[in-house]
């Protein structure tokens, strides 16, 4: 079993930065990948930043490429989202998931896709003003 807990979410207003940590514990080893999924009221969960933990490939949302940069610290089983020039569209609740599935050469839209992961935190809100 691995738990996710998340932290960093708040309330900024549009242009102003965030950033959001996810703490793994439990059986860390087994996960492959680890990212940030987001999910805004009315909407569909999607994937925003996905990274390999044992390094390598990292994708991002085309929304936010340029913006948001995930990172990890593997010492303290811990990934980052670092979120720059925040807009309103970025309102949401954002989880953290970690996928013991998906294989290294995984390609960006099987990396992104919810389904492959099968650890959930419980998820941290981020909330752009105008």
């Known amino acids: 079993q691995v738990q996710l807990v998340e932290s960093g979410g708040g309330s900024v207003q549009a242009g102003g930065s965030l950033r959001l940590s996810c703490a793994a514990s439990?059986?860390?080893?087994?996960?492959?990948?680890m990212g940030w999924f987001r999910q805004a009221p009315g909407k569909e969960r999607e994937g925003v930043a996905v990274?390999?933990?044992?390094?390598?490939?990292?994708y991002y949302a085309d929304s936010v490429v340029g913006r948001f940069t995930i990172s990890r610290d593997n010492a303290k089983n811990t990934v980052y989202l670092q979120m720059n020039s925040l807009k309103p569209e970025d309102t949401a609740m954002y989880y953290c998931?970690?996928?013991?599935?998906?294989?290294?050469?995984?390609?960006?839209?099987?990396?992104?896709?919810?389904?492959?992961?099968?650890?959930w935190g419980q998820g941290t809100q981020v909330t752009v003003s105008s």
């Open positions: 998931a970690a996928s013991t599935n998906l294989g290294y050469y995984s390609e960006k839209a099987q990396a992104l896709n919810l389904r492959e992961y099968n650890y």
């Open positions: 990274t390999y933990v044992r390094g390598g490939f990292t």
């Open positions: 439990g059986y860390t080893f087994s996960s492959n990948y």
